[in-house]
Structures are given as C-alpha cells and as structure tokens.
C-alpha cells in the first residue's frame, strides 16, 4: 500500500511540474543573510526566462545593520541546469553594494560596484507559488558570501 501511494504521488507530481519555458516571468520575495557578519536584508526580485534555460534576475536587497543604510542590487544571469519540480541552477552577474554609517552627513557614504557567482535551486511547490534558495559570493567586500531563501510568483508566460 505504501509502494501504491508513493508511486502514485511520484507519478502526479510528474504531471504538475512544469518547466521553466522561454518567457516565463517570475516575482520573488524573501530574506538574504550575510554569512560572515551575520546581517540579515530583505530582498524582492523579477526573473525573465528569456531563452529555455536560461534566465536575467534583477533584484534589491536592504539590509538592516545595527546603524547606518546598506543596499545591493544584483543583475544575475541564470542558468537551469535540471527542470522539473526541482530546478537547480548555476549564475553569475553584475552587483552594487552602497553603505552609508552616517546617514545625512555628506560624503560618508560609498559604493562598490562588483560580481558575483553562485547556485540556487527553485522548488515548485504549484502552478504559481514555489520557494528558492540560493547561495552566492560576492566579489566586493572580501568575496562575502550570501544566502537567500524566498517566496516566489509564477505569473507564467508574456
């Protein structure tokens, strides 16, 4: 009976899963933590497939220091390696980091534009919602690595 259920759950998930397709578009929510000084962000993001396989993911993240404004917006370069109800993927891309510790005090803050490189995975979960982690070093700032865990929109094709 066990045999029966699972094979019957393996087989229906089969079905469900879809494919990233080109001109899929994805909105994405969740958290960053900044593994070596333990920072934790909020992070929100687009994902265009652009060709099957392969997609461009733009997103921000604030993070929340103990004083001061950190920001980083990544442009990420995506590539599906598996499809399916788990998509793990490889990246690479372009990234900007500004820190501010003096908020309102002129030319206290500062900028560092960079890249990065990476994996992640996106596990879909239904036809519109699944969840993604991911894992990235960033080259500026001593190649600090990142964590990403979050919520995303599966708002189909455009």
Same mark, same amino acid.
């Given at each position: 009976m ?5 094979? !019957?759950?393996f087989?229906?998930s089969?079905g469900?899963?879809q494919?990233?397709?080109q001109? $899929?578009f %994805?909105?994405?929510?969740?958290a960053d933590y #900044?593994?070596r000084?333990?920072e934790?962000?909020?992070n929100?993001?687009v994902? +265009?497939l652009?060709?099957?396989?392969f997609?461009i993911? &733009?997103?921000?993240s =604030? +993070?929340?220091p $103990?004083?001061g %404004?950190i920001m980083n917006l990544?442009?990420?370069? #995506? =590539? +599906?390696?598996?499809?399916g109800v788990?998509q793990v993927y490889?990246l690479?891309? @372009?990234n900007n @980091?500004?820190?501010?510790?003096q908020p309102?005090l002129?030319g /206290?803050? #500062?900028? %560092? &534009? ?9 596990? $879909?979960v239904?036809e519109?919602?699944g969840? !993604?982690?991911?894992f990235?070093?960033q080259? /500026?700032?001593? #190649?600090? &690595?990142?964590l %990403? ?8 094709? =455009?």
């Amino acid at each position: 009976m066990k045999k029966l259920f699972f094979i !019957i759950l393996f087989i229906s998930s089969i079905g469900i899963a879809q494919a990233q397709e080109q001109g $899929d578009f %994805r909105v994405q929510l969740g958290a960053d933590y #900044r593994l070596r000084i333990n920072e934790v962000g909020a992070n929100a993001g687009v994902e +265009y497939l652009f060709l099957d396989n392969f997609g461009i993911a &733009p997103n921000f993240s =604030y +993070y929340f220091p $103990d004083f001061g %404004r950190i920001m980083n917006l990544n442009v990420d370069l #995506r =590539y +599906y390696l598996t499809q399916g109800v788990s998509q793990v993927y490889i990246l690479g891309g @372009y990234n900007n @980091y500004w820190e501010n510790f003096q908020p309102g005090l002129p030319g /206290q803050s #500062r900028t %560092r &534009p960079g890249g990065n490189f990476g994996a992640g995975a996106f596990f $879909d979960v239904g036809e519109t919602l699944g969840f !993604i982690t991911e894992f990235k070093i960033q080259s /500026q700032n001593s #190649r600090l &690595p990142v964590l %990403r865990l979050g919520v995303v929109l599966n708002l189909g094709g =455009y």
